[in-house]
Antibody
């Protein structure tokens, strides 16, 4: 069974940092582009970042450039999102998804940025 | 950035109805278009990719069409489990973008 399981969400103060993880199973992780997508409370979906199979290419939405870093460890079938200089507007459920067409989603992990 | 405009933003329908949701891209995206269903408190579920290809395990009551800038998602014979919010998403260029969503509720 294809599965994505996110972890690492927490309550953090503005300006703080957090690292999210996504553990993949049931498919060949190293063969797929991977994404992070977020959803603020009561709002729609927003793509955050993605990374190529070998990690050689990364893309970000403008609002997180310079603050967030996406990475992966194919040996561990894991995807990561390092989030620095967090702002209140980064508060959201963060989902890990597979491929450009996002055929597979994790259950999400909640990040709350508040003092 | 490519803007994705969904219409309507909400609709009320009855069990057994046929429902059509439209998604318009601000620029041509060929067929790089996906559709998702999301129920309250749950992660989105992929329904369709490449504008008209059904994801494995998704019932054939869901269908997608379109190319370029105009796309539609059709749900035939609406059932209670189909009441949800539906999103389109383009993956033709960066940044990847989603439509604002269409909430389908019970009339």
């Amino acid at each position: 069974e294809v599965q994505l399981v996110e972890s690492g969400g927490d309550l953090v103060q503005p300006g703080g940092s957090l690292r999210l993880s996504c553990a993949a199973s049931g498919f060949t992780f190293s063969s797929h582009w991977m994404n992070w997508v977020r959803q603020a409370p009561g709002q729609g979906l927003e793509w955050v970042a993605n990374i190529k199979q070998d990690g050689s290419e990364k893309h970000y939405v403008d609002s997180v450039k310079g603050r967030f870093t996406i990475s992966r460890d194919n040996a561990k079938s894991s995807l990561y999102l390092q989030m620095n200089s967090l702002r209140a507007e980064d508060t959201a459920v963060y989902y890990c998804t597979r491929d450009f067409s996002m055929g597979c989603w994790g259950q999400g992990t909640l990040v709350t940025v508040s003092s | 950035d490519i803007q994705m405009t969904q219409s309507p933003s909400s609709l009320s329908a009855s069990v057994g109805d046929r429902v059509t949701i439209t998604c318009r891209a601000s620029q041509g995206i060929s067929n790089y278009l996906a559709w998702f269903q999301q129920k309250p408190g749950k992660a989105p579920k992929s329904l369709i990719y490449a504008a008209s290809s059904l994801q494995s395990g998704v019932p054939s009551k869901f269908s997608g069409s379109g190319s370029g800038t105009d796309f539609t998602l059709t749900i035939t014979s609406l059932q209670p489990e189909d009441f949800a919010t539906y999103y389109c998403q383009q993956y033709g260029s960066y940044p990847l973008t989603f439509g604002g969503g269409t909430k389908v509720d019970i009339k």
